[in-house]
């Protein structure tokens, strides 16, 4: 009877996760094909995705600002030493988002520095 029970919650957690985890909206992707069948992929520039794709559905921007740590060496009273030094920096992010129909997936594509940097799958589109 108790081993029962178990079997039973554990269906119904497991039920509950798998209905949560497809209310997740956006799926990170290594890629996608556009309208025109050609690949999109992480580590491709700008250019290369406008010319396969056109022009996204919409557009976003933001700055990212970034710590980054790099190693250097200096003088210090008389002796070289290597130290860490930390900078921030500002990385320009921009979000692509390509609406392929209410047939097919919305595609997001996350550029960094005009290099994607991730593509994600959305729901169904609504053009």
């Given amino acids: 009877m108790r081993m029962l029970k178990r079997t039973r ?6 039920s ?4 949560l985890g497809g209310a997740v909206n956006v799926q990170a992707d290594e890629g996608f094909r556009c309208g025109t069948g050609r690949l999109v992929s992480v580590g491709d520039g700008i250019s290369d995705v406008r010319n396969r794709c056109g022009d996204p559905d919409a557009v976003s921007t933001r700055v990212d600002k970034r710590k980054v740590k790099h190693r ?11 130290v ?12 692509w988002t390509y609406d392929l129909g209410p047939r097919s997936f919305v595609r997001y594509v996350v550029f960094e520095n005009g290099t994607v940097v991730n593509v994600a799958t ?3 589109g609504r053009k």
């Fill in 84 to 95: 860490t030094e930390e900078q921030e920096v500002e990385i320009p992010i921009e979000e």
């Fill in 9 to 14: 919650r554990w269906l119904m957690i497991s």
């Fill in 72 to 82: 250097v060496s200096r003088w210090i009273n008389g002796v070289l030493e290597s």
């Fill in 122 to 124: 959305g729901g169904y």
């Fill in 16 to 19: 509950l996760l798998l209905t």
